[in-house]
């Protein structure tokens, strides 16, 4: 299985901060890669796909960027709702397993 | 607007089977893309289930594979989750989703979850 790896698995930080999220694949993975934000007691939700393809809705303060093994997010102007738990996940394994990272967990500072 | 919701008991008998059903709205299954079970034990992080696409063709985590089966009902429009023999470590908030037009792919729309604990 193909085994993703986040860090830092917990980040303080302040509102207006910018802040990056790495996740690294055990193998490669081109750039099927999603990142979800998930709020205490909410299901995740899609924030990136296709590593750097914005989610319709989503803000512009978010982004995502890499392919291969290596892949960031970052939020450029932290803002008070962001302050959640962000997750990637890897889509491109066959025979299919889906893999999610350990989860970063965003807190305020 | 695709809305997901889950339904099925809260608390089951370790041994016995876990059984769940999604309820979509907003989107007909028969229209295409693969649906999906996540699941979350409390605090921690998310594990891939299973998909299935309207047709009924499936993929299931290896790890669970010889105890889980999803199933499709187009005429009800929803899914459903069956895990048998539970223990204690099956214990989680499952969640189902939308996942794309392929069988690997990301999960656009999810439900709000359910927290199914297994104990006696």
């Known amino acids: 299985a193909i085994r993703m790896t986040q860090s830092p698995s917990s980040l303080s930080a302040s509102t207006g901060d910018r802040v990056t999220i790495t996740c690294r694949a055990s193998q490669g993975i081109s750039s099927y890669l999603a990142w979800y934000q998930q709020k205490p007691g909410k299901a995740p939700k899609l924030l990136i796909y296709?590593?750097?393809t914005l989610q319709s809705g989503v803000p512009s303060r978010f982004s995502g960027s890499g392919s291969g093994t290596d892949f960031t997010l970052t939020i450029s102007c932290l803002q008070s709702e962001d302050f959640a738990t962000y997750y990637c996940?890897?889509?491109?394994?066959?025979?299919?397993?889906?893999?999610f990272g350990q989860g970063t967990r965003l807190e305020i500072k | 607007q695709v809305q997901l919701q889950e339904s099925g008991p809260g608390l089951v008998k370790p041994s016995e089977t876990l059984s769940l059903t999604c309820a979509v709205s907003?989107?007909?299954?028969?229209?295409?893309?693969?649906w999906g079970w996540i699941r979350q034990p409390p605090g921690k992080g998310l594990e891939w289930i299973g998909s299935?696409?309207?047709?009924?063709?499936?993929y299931y985590n290896p790890s669970l594979k010889s105890r889980v089966t999803i199933s499709v009902d187009t005429s009800k429009n929803q899914f459903s989750l069956k895990l048998s023999s539970v223990t204690a470590a099956d214990t989680a908030v499952y969640y189902c989703a939308r996942g794309g037009v392929v069988a690997a792919t990301y999960d656009d729309y999810w439900g709000q979850g359910t927290l199914v604990t297994v104990s006696s």
């Open positions: 299935i696409y309207h047709s009924g063709s499936t």
């Open positions: 996940q890897q889509y491109y394994s066959y025979p299919l397993l889906i893999t």
């Open positions: 296709a590593a750097s």
């Open positions: 907003g989107y007909s299954i028969s229209s295409g893309y693969y």
